[in-house]
């Protein structure tokens, strides 16, 4: 199990689809699937069938993240994490160019208020090994894309 931690617009949905998915993970995300709940219902399905699951949220604090280390404890698997540390300013920069464009918004979010981006950096609090992960990977935000989405992504971005 892979547990992503992360401000929204920092990576990790695209980095779930170019790195993950290609590996055969399935992808358990609450804008998705609306609630914890259900998220945690589908990772279990997924581990009962023997296959690999990311947890493409947030998981901005200790708590939150405990549910998703306790359920690979509970199937005797390790608890990866992921790590996005993209500066807050361009993680809004990222949410707006997704919103605005089609071509970086394959599923079609809208905008997010600054109070999400605001909310998450007051409740965060950074991964540590002792929460029971196995290792904790550090993502330092990276472009990757065309040129012509390049040119898109930084037309407002100096």
């Known amino acids: 199990m892979v547990i992503f931690v992360g401000s929204p617009g920092s990576g990790k949905s695209t980095f779930f689809k170019t790195q993950l998915e290609p590996l055969g993970y399935h992808r358990v995300n609450q804008d998705i699937l609306k609630n914890r709940e259900r998220c945690v219902k589908v990772a279990k399905e997924h581990l ?45 920069h990222n949410d707006a160019v997704r919103a605005m464009n089609a ?17 998450y950096r007051k409740d965060f609090q950074p ?13 330092d935000f990276s472009f990757d894309g065309t040129e012509a989405e390049r040119a898109v992504w930084t037309k407002y971005w100096t």
Request: glycine share 2%; proline share 7%; charged share 30%.
């Open 48 to 92: 009962e069938q023997k296959e690999a699951v990311t947890v493409d949220n947030t998981n901005r604090d200790k708590t939150t993240r405990k549910v998703w280390v306790d359920l690979a404890k509970s199937f005797n698997i390790p608890a990866r994490c992921v790590y996005f540390s993209a500066d807050p300013a361009l993680c809004q």
């Open 103 to 119: 071509t970086h918004n394959p599923e079609s979010r809208t905008m997010l208020p600054k109070s999400a981006f605001w909310g």
């Open 127 to 139: 991964p540590e090994l002792e929460e029971g992960f196995e290792d904790i990977t550090q993502v």
